[in-house]
Nanobody, 124 residues
Framework: QVQLVEPGGGLVQAGGPLRLSCAVSGGTFSRNAMGWFRQAPGKEREFVASIDWSGSSTTYTDSVKGRFTISRDNGKKAVYLQMNSLNPEDTAVYYC?????????????????WGQGAQVTVSS
């Protein structure tokens, strides 16, 4: 059974950077596509980014393209989300997710395991 843990999150000023990490245990991490989602207060959970098993394919939602970068380290069984040029609209709980698929299909990837979430707050 795959378990995902996201330490961190935090409070950052607008325009600043923040890096999220997700540690994975169980399962076969190196064969799984991974993703990040977020949920702002009063809104539905939305797709942010995804990455295939090798790290060679990534997908981003339009609002974060050019600002966020998803990456992974299969040796450390971890996935990361580097967030730059943050703005208050990025404030949300961010969730790490693991897929049963190896390929990256963006928001259509079949994500079946989820982390507990990390709060990111961007102040103006």
């Amino acid at each position: 059974q795959v378990q995902l843990v996201e330490p961190g999150g935090g409070l950052v000023q607008a325009g600043g950077p923040l890096r999220l990490s997700c540690a994975v245990s169980g399962g076969t991490f190196s064969r799984n596509a991974m993703g990040w989602f977020r949920q702002a207060p009063g809104k539905e959970r939305e797709f942010v980014a995804s990455i295939d098993w090798s790290g060679s394919s990534t997908t981003y939602t339009d609002s974060v393209k050019g600002r966020f970068t998803i990456s992974r380290d299969n040796g450390k069984k971890a996935v990361y989300l580097q967030m730059n040029s943050l703005n208050p609209e990025d404030t949300a709980v961010y969730y790490c997710a693991a897929s049963v698929s190896s390929s990256d299909y963006g928001p259509r990837t079949d994500f079946s395991s989820w982390g507990q979430g990390a709060q990111v707050t961007v102040s103006s």
